[in-house]
């Protein structure tokens, strides 16, 4: 079973593959084949944690975990247009059928948004890049859209982490307060819980 936590306390111990580490659990949680079955979102965001206390800036590790991201995106897109006649006899798909129903469903009602925006659900985003490619979707269009969205989607998950790791640094050193940081973290709460509320409403407006 894969255990977030020991890769975790190997990588404290071992800061200098910390770069590579966030580049491989960004590649697995986008790479069709393998983020369907070991989530690595979680784990994005604990190694942004940890790059805060090395030398790597806030904007490279927003790029790593781009590059990753992106590259898991379109090497599943060319799978899924290479596979697209026997995808459903494949593993993991042929033991599991309801993914790529649920993906073909999801880009079926929304199309190029749905590319996008599925990006940030975590079921359903390893699925949509293969899901596109076996649907045949074009190559450029693709392109296109993915540029963006692992971009916005690499901010969005590893910002918070590397943010949060500095302010942890600096609260053990003595240079913020503690109130400080707990009025911080109610209002990222806030921030979320209301987001959350809307695309919830959203949805349920759409079904």
Aim: overall charge neutral; hydrophobic content about 55%; glycine content about 8%.
């Amino acid at each position: 079973m894969f255990d977030v936590g020991t890769v975790t306390l190997w990588l404290q111990e071992n800061p200098d593959w910390i770069a590579v580490g966030l580049f491989a659990a960004a590649f697995v949680e986008s790479f069709a084949l393998i983020g369907v079955v070991i989530p690595g979102v979680v784990l994005v965001g604990v190694i942004s944690g940890l790059a805060a206390s090395t030398d790597l800036t806030i904007l490279e590790v927003v790029l790593i975990a781009y590059i990753a991201s992106f590259l898991a995106d379109s090497s599943s897109f060319l799978i899924g247009r290479s596979i697209s006649k026997k995808i459903d006899h494949i593993w993991p798909f042929n033991s599991h059928p309801s993914w790529l129903k649920q993906g073909r469903s999801f880009f079926m009602k929304y199309g190029t948004l749905g590319l996008f925006f599925g990006k940030f659900i975590g079921p359903i985003r390893p699925l949509m890049p293969i899901t596109a490619g076996s649907l045949e979707m074009n190559t450029k269009k693709f392109i296109f859209i993915d540029l963006f969205s692992s971009f916005l989607w690499a901010l969005l998950y590893t910002v918070p982490g590397y943010l949060g790791g500095k302010t942890l640094l600096a609260v053990l050193e003595g240079e913020i307060s503690n109130s400080f940081v707990i009025s911080s973290i109610a209002l990222l709460i806030a921030v979320i819980l209301i987001f959350i509320i809307v695309k919830t409403r959203k949805v349920r407006n759409n079904d």
